[in-house]
């Protein structure tokens, strides 16, 4: 598994998608998986290229904003994620709809031959269960590309959100935890005066057994 990120530096690159810049040659990245085998290219498609694209500017609209993302290649796949303070939100560009697959390393993959312009949806996946998934895809001469901002924007809402509810759930799981924790020390006091009460008809009958 390989992870890559990109640094701020004064020519804007920032924390995000496999060392390439919105305004970068992405066929000049090379990336290699765990295994390690030579400096074979990762995503050196016109799609791959594409989703790494999108991954990147989404990046830089977060970081914009004083948020973050990154992103891995493991098994030639790409894994990422928004970053909303210190709150994880799970990131998927997938292609929509049937298409060629190829298998590659024992899985299958998108043919590596489609091109840029098979259709592509970018999912959030907040709690990287798939579930209460958002998602974004191309519509007609609507790409991807065009609506990186509203995305951003929803990602932000969306790890606020995610935030706001883990600590609800905390508060919730706290008072659990008070009023069990309460209820023992009930029990305890009862059983203790239980023992008490024992301990004073014990004592009552040994004296009148004197």
Not at 59 to 80: C, V
Request: proline share 3%; glycine share 8%.
């Amino acid at each position: 598994m390989a992870r890559f990120l990109l640094r701020r530096r004064s020519t804007g690159l920032t924390k995000g998608s496999f060392n390439c810049s919105s305004r970068s040659n992405v066929a000049a990245t090379k990336m290699q998986s765990a295994s390690g085998r030579g400096n074979e290219p990762k995503f050196d498609t016109p799609l791959g290229k594409r989703r790494l694209r999108i991954l990147n500017s989404l990046f830089l609209a977060l970081s914009k904003r004083g948020h973050d993302g990154d992103a891995y290649e493991h098994d030639g796949e790409i894994h990422a994620r928004a970053i909303i303070g210190d709150t994880h939100l799970g990131l998927d560009v997938q292609i929509v709809g049937s298409h060629r697959t190829v298998r590659q390393q024992g899985y299958l993959r998108p043919a590596p031959d489609l091109p840029a312009s098979t259709p592509l949806a970018l999912r959030l996946d907040p709690g990287f269960d798939r579930k209460n998934t958002v998602s974004w895809q191309d519509d007609g001469d609507s790409k991807l590309e065009s609506k990186i901002a509203e995305i951003a924007a929803a990602i932000i809402v969306g790890g606020e959100k995610k935030f706001r509810l883990g600590l609800r759930e905390a508060e919730e799981r706290a008072e659990r935890e008070r009023i069990e924790k309460e209820k023992r020390r009930q029990e305890r006091l009862a059983q203790l005066n239980r023992q008490r009460l024992q301990n004073l008809r014990t004592s009552g009958e040994l004296l009148r057994q004197a």
